[in-house]
């Protein structure tokens, strides 16, 4: 699943990518598999389309987002993380509910295969204190950081949709394995944890019962 979501990227023809990218949801995201085989199904679509959004369609990206709402945490939150990336690189795909709040960028544009984003300037520049003729590493972390907080305002008080844009912000070019089954592993510590948790009780329990 890692080598398929870094072998996609904005010059592969979407059309090319569609059929794995249904491959993958009809093997991984159903109702007939585990919840973990679910999120790991939906964190590679996410780490796919971040690369080739033009692969996902409308249809298909609403079924992947009624997710949200599962009983498991876990493909509840990759759900989740498929709808910020959306918000950000198409939200014309999402339904109305989950498109959230405008920011005060407004809607992004969406890329069309083979667009070039060829720039005249830096954006987020013009925030930027008096004229130069060259920009910091220091200043572009200052533009970096203004336009998150751009994104981030409308999310003000939802602090799962604030972690979601900062994971999207801060994902890798290289797509590891640990990207895709992140959320499946913290799950089962979490559930390892509270089995030694119990068993720790009981064993206070049994001393206090002999004293």
């Keep these: 699943l890692s080598f398929l979501a870094q072998a996609s990227h904005e010059l592969v023809p979407p059309e090319i990518i569609e059929p794995a990218l249904r491959t993958l949801v009809n093997n991984f995201v159903t109702e007939r598999n585990s919840s973990e085989a679910i999120a790991i199904g939906l964190n590679a679509v996410r780490e796919l389309c971040t690369r080739c959004p033009l692969a996902m369609s409308g249809d298909l990206l609403q079924d992947l987002t009624s997710y949200k709402k599962y009983k498991d945490k876990s ?21 109305r509910k989950d498109k959230g709040r405008p920011t005060e960028s407004g809607a992004p544009a969406v890329k069309q295969y083979g667009d070039l984003n060829a ?16 920009i910091t590493q220091e200043e572009f972390e200052t533009i970096r950081l203004n336009q998150a907080a751009e994104q981030v305002e409308p999310l003000r ?9 900062i994971d999207l912000d801060e994902s890798s070019e ?18 390892e944890a509270r089995i030694e948790s119990i068993k720790a009780g ?9 004293v």
């Design 75 to 95: 493909v509840m939150m990759a759900s989740r993380s498929l709808i910020q990336l959306f918000r950000t690189v198409n939200p014309s795909l999402l339904a």
């Design 119 to 134: 720039l005249e300037h830096v954006p987020g520049a013009e925030h930027l204190p008096g004229d130069c003729d060259f």
């Design 157 to 165: 008080g939802k602090k799962r949709a604030v972690q979601d844009m």
């Design 174 to 191: 290289l797509v590891s394995v640990s990207q895709i089954e992140s959320l499946a592993k913290r799950q089962k510590m979490d559930k």
């Design 202 to 210: 009981r064993w206070i329990k049994k001393q206090e019962l002999r």
